[in-house]
């Protein structure tokens, strides 16, 4: 939960972190409160326990998923054809994929086959990512 | 002896009688016929194909040895040359090789080249008929598919070098990084909620990690880099320095690794060496928590007539059926990193050592029971020169 929201209600309500480093995890929880920008957080190292988060019945509407790609027994990839599968292409508003300097160039093009990637970028996430996710989110609204 | 087909014998006659079916043979299946005089050896008479075939109008020579031997490739005149001298010597000996000539347009012309000598009663050689063949396509072909290979090989040992390399010079920084942050967290809060301290131990972690990576892709770049040197090996012995090696790890987690009887076989000691350490330290290290790792090294007999199966067996977490297939993919891993630490290239250098010996590796694991890796090894290696005949 983000400390910065007396004054007016942060851009983004709700946003979710794939990774399964801790170490980055706690490096992305700090940049994320800092900016201020995202007033719920909820984050998930296993991209199946995500999944099964996105499958409950009465969550709330998802503004952003940041998506680690390189992550044990599911990959982000196979995060998103699963949660494509079940839930159709707009399982939330935007979905931002976080590259490795180690991911093969064909990554990319691999994450552009779905609709819901809005953005790449690559780690660590910064505060100009979230402000870009706040641009998406503007441009999804309109 | 059978008798001859009656279209056979009629076949003879009709060669005999009618030069037409001779010269139907010479343009169906040869690129250059030559007939040479050995008792006055300047005259040798050569076909108009034979000319044409190196780009050289046939009217414009005169049927003088001198005329091949001047665009025949010197190196391959000697060969000829050899092969003609055993030849007349001994009729068994053949006059066949693959030569280059010179075409007229500079480009290299294939020939295999065959021949026969006529004797005289006595078995001199008195005459030699000739036969060309063009070979210029396949061995285009040939030289193109090989230049490929020698690219493709060159390319390949680039990259494992560069990788070496890579791994070898960011080994240096990634330790004096450790011992910094080492000696800055000495100087740290000793309040373990304080945030620097917090940091720092996160950043202790991470340059963990990056060591451990560092490693991994060093000896899975040395091991796959150096080529596969076969000599005897008594797997048992390594098996027991393997053990020795990870005595630490034994210790600190209370495991016991069972050595059955290993045989000998033709193999790279460095590779095996790698191999067991690998799926020993891994049985110890995928342990369920307050269960002492029970590790047993066996081998047996493989289905197939000289092969060997090694198998390493292990009562630790186990692998899900549905993930079984890809721990062997490189930087594959099933774990968080602060689960079980590791870059994901032991089962990957297994199964690429196991293929460099011609064998192969597969897994068998219940989750929460435990998983064996199990190792096709050939007893014997094609072409080597130590080890026992089985």
């Known amino acids: 939960m983000n400390k910065h929201s007396d004054a007016q209600i942060p851009p983004i309500s709700t946003a979710i972190l794939v990774d399964d480093e801790q170490v980055d995890q706690i490096l992305y929880k700090m940049v994320i409160d800092e900016s201020g920008l995202v007033q719920s957080l909820m984050s998930f190292r296993y991209a199946q326990e995500a999944l099964d988060y996105l499958l409950k019945p009465n969550r709330p509407e998802i503004d952003v998923i940041f998506l680690d790609i390189n992550m044990p027994r599911m990959t982000g990839f196979e995060f998103l054809e699963a949660a494509t599968a079940e839930l159709g292409e707009s399982f939330a508003k935007i979905v931002v994929v976080m590259l490795t300097t180690s991911m093969n160039p064909d990554d990319e093009d691999r994450a552009r086959q779905f609709p819901v990637v809005k953005e790449y970028i690559h780690k660590p996430l910064q505060k100009e990512h979230l402000e870009r996710v706040v641009e998406l989110l503007a441009e999804h609204k309109g | ?390």
């Not at chain 2, 010269?23 to 007939?35: A, E, T």
């Not at chain 2, 030289?143 to 791994?167: H, K, M, V, W």
């Not at chain 2, 029970?294 to 081998?299: D, G, I, L, N, W």
């Not at chain 2, 079984?324 to 602060?338: G, N, P, T, Y």
């Open chain 2, 1 to 390: 002896m059978t008798e001859k087909h009656y279209l056979e014998a009629e076949l003879e006659g009709l060669i005999q009688k009618d030069p037409e079916m001779w010269r139907f043979l010479q343009h169906g299946s040869l690129d250059g016929v030559w007939y040479w005089d050995l008792e006055a050896p300047d005259n040798e008479w050569m076909s108009p194909e034979m000319w044409r075939l190196f780009g050289i109008a046939p009217e414009t020579k005169s049927h003088d040895l001198a005329e091949w031997q001047d665009i025949i490739f010197a190196e391959d005149l000697a060969v000829a040359l050899d092969n003609f001298n055993e030849h007349c010597a001994d009729p068994n000996h053949p006059y066949d090789q693959i030569v280059r000539y010179r075409h007229a347009d500079g480009s290299t012309v294939w020939v295999r080249c065959r021949g026969i000598a006529i004797r005289d009663e006595a078995g001199k050689p008195i005459r030699m008929l000739g036969a060309h063949n063009d070979l210029t396509a396949i061995k285009r072909l040939e030289e193109q598919a090989d230049s490929g290979r020698i690219a493709a090989d060159a390319a390949n040992e680039e990259l494992r070098t560069f990788a070496y390399s890579i791994a070898h010079d960011m080994k240096a920084p990634a330790n004096t990084l450790y011992s910094l942050l080492n000696r800055l967290s000495m100087m740290m809060p000793v309040d373990r909620q304080a945030p620097q301290r917090q940091l720092m131990n996160m950043s202790l972690q991470t340059i963990d990690r990056m060591r451990v990576l560092v490693d991994d892709v060093l000896e899975y770049t040395r091991v796959v880099g150096a080529e596969t040197a076969y000599q005897s090996i008594d797997l048992t012995n390594v098996a027991n320095d393997v053990v020795s090696v990870l005595a630490g790890d034994i210790e600190a987690t209370g495991a016991t690794v069972t050595i059955d009887p290993l045989p000998t076989i033709d193999a790279d000691a460095m590779q095996m060496r790698a191999l067991l350490q690998n799926l020993v330290s891994n049985a110890i290290k995928f342990n369920r928590d307050s269960v002492p790792p029970e590790v047993q090294v066996s081998s047996s007999s493989g289905k197939q007539r000289g092969v060997i199966v090694l198998s390493v067996q292990d009562n630790g977490v186990g692998i899900p059926l549905d993930m079984q297939d890809r721990v062997f993919a490189m930087f594959s891993r099933l774990h968080l990193h602060d689960e079980f630490a590791g870059a994901g290239l032991g089962l990957a250098l297994c199964r690429r050592i196991a293929v460099n010996h011609g064998g192969n590796i597969k897994v068998v694991s219940t989750p929460d029971v435990g998983s064996t890796f199990s190792v096709e090894l050939r007893i014997k290696q094609p072409r080597s020169e130590t080890g026992t005949e089985i």
